[in-house]
Each structure stands twice: as C-alpha cells, then as structure tokens.
Nanobody
C-alpha cells in the first residue's frame, strides 16, 4: 500500500505561480512513476507531469514550458512548480503512483484544488 499526501494548492492570478508537493509513504516498490494528474470541470482526468525513479520527466502538452516536476528521493516527495498559470489550469490536482509510464497507477492522493482567477 502507498499513501500520497498533497499540499500547496490554492488561489493564484493568471500569470502567477504555485508549487504543489506530494509526499509518499508505504511500499517502496509501488512508489514509482509518481505524477500529477488533474481534472478540470466537465473534463476527463489528464496527465500533467510524471517523473520516474531515475528522474526522467514527461509533461502534458498544455503545460510544457510552464510546469516543472522534480523529486527529493530521500524524502519521497515530488514537487510540481507551476508558472505562468492560466485560467484553464483551474482543476483538482491529484498525485498518483504505481502506473506504467504515461499512465496512472492504482494509488491516488485526495487531491488539492488549484484555482486561477483574476
């Protein structure tokens, strides 16, 4: 079992920045390909960014060049730095682990709300 705890969501203005954190605990073999997915109102959940154990990263097309995922492996914490936020980034952001590359796994956090509004 893996537990994922997110923090750092909130309200930002367009063009602003936020940083999300996801701290994992539990079975190390399942803490792989940790990523962030988001669900915008009325849309399906989509990949935002993912990072492998070796630090390889993958981003959704809509956030490339604006968001950056990183990890502190000893702390089992993954960060999502979100810059130049847009209105359409408003969503609930979920931390995820255990999936194949580019896909979600079975372990989800509870989600953190990010709202971009002027």
């Amino acid at each position: 079992q893996v537990q994922l705890v997110e923090s750092g969501g909130g309200l930002a203005q367009p063009g602003g920045s936020l940083r999300l954190s996801c701290t994992a605990s539990g079975r190390l073999l399942d803490i792989v390909n940790v990523g962030w997915f988001r669900q915008c109102p009325g849309k399906q959940r989509e990949l935002v960014a993912q990072i492998s154990t070796f630090g390889v990263t993958k981003y959704g097309d809509s956030v490339k060049g604006r968001f950056a995922i990183s990890q502190d492996y000893p702390k089992k914490t993954v960060y999502l730095q979100m810059n130049n936020l847009k209105l359409e980034d408003t969503a609930v952001y979920y931390c995820n682990s255990g999936g194949d590359w580019g896909h979600p796994g079975n372990y989800w956090g509870h989600g953190t709300q990010v709202t971009v509004s002027s």
